[in-house]
T-cell receptor, first 109, second 110 residues
Framework: NAGVTQTPKFQVLKTGQSMTLQCAQD?????MYWYRQDPGMGLRLIYY???????DKGEVPNGYNVSRLNKREFSLRLESAAPSQTSVYFC????????FGDGTRLSIL | RKEVEQDPGPFNVPEGATVAFNCTYS??????FFWYRQDCRKEPKLLMS???SGNEDGRFTAQLNRASQYISLLIRDSKLSDSATYLC???????????FGAGTTVTVRA
């Protein structure tokens, strides 16, 4: 039982490149979330999805797009990466509490 | 004012000591409270929920003070393995989404 699986684990991009972070959960939850975590800032919500077919902006959505492909999968896309998007990205699922994937460490040069 | 605030620490304690720290929240309508543990460069993992009457899980005790709007975590008989960052999470009233604090770092030394 994997829980929440994120790919890739690590990625280095150049400014202006695009990429998609993948997240899949096998916990049968409706809700899924994308967070970023920066030193001293804690977890900040980028986007969330209450159920298949719905997505909503969180606290820091600028520069990101999401797709809730089905109940299991929720992807995060950076269309034109910027150095300010260098961070650790966590996907989560569930409602109170939430369960996290093991993160994607993204560096943008 | 941030929705959820924590003393970043670090709290450096010897093995066997007791350490306690708080997390304050701004939304008086919040109903759900959690403590997560995060090891260096790893994902947050649920440590325990916090109930109105307070609750224990082994060496860990969580308390809720609604009047002063904070939750607390107490670790008794600290172990080296308790060294981690502890994040509090609070929902926003009727909102099911959680807001997380930036974390309190605890280091237990031999």
């Amino acid at each position: 039982n994997a829980g929440v699986t994120q790919t890739p684990k690590f990625q280095v991009l150049k400014t202006g490149q695009s990429m998609t972070l993948q997240c899949a959960q096998d916990m049968n939850h409706n809700s899924m979330y994308w967070y970023r975590q920066d030193p001293g800032m804690g977890l900040r919500l980028i986007y969330y999805s209450a159920s298949e077919g719905t997505t909503d902006k969180g606290e820091v959505p600028n520069g990101y797009n999401v797709s809730r492909l089905n109940k299991r999968e929720f992807s995060l896309r950076l269309e034109s990466a910027a150095p300010s998007q260098t961070s650790v990205y966590f996907c989560a699922t569930g409602i109170q509490p939430q369960h996290f994937g093991d993160g994607t460490r993204l560096s943008i040069l | 004012r941030k929705e959820v605030e924590q003393d970043p620490g670090p709290f450096n304690v010897p093995e066997g000591a007791t350490v306690a720290f708080n997390c304050t929240y701004s939304n008086s309508a919040s109903q759900s409270f959690f403590w997560y543990r995060q090891d260096c460069r790893k994902e947050p993992k649920l440590l325990m929920s916090v109930y109105s009457s307070g609750n224990e899980d082994g060496r860990f005790t969580a308390q809720l003070n609604r009047a002063s709007q904070y939750i607390s975590l107490l670790i008794r008989d600290s172990k080296l393995s308790d060294s981690a960052t502890y994040l509090c999470a609070v929902n926003g009233g009727n909102d099911y989404k959680l807001s997380f604090g930036a974390g309190t770092t605890v280091t237990v030394r031999a």
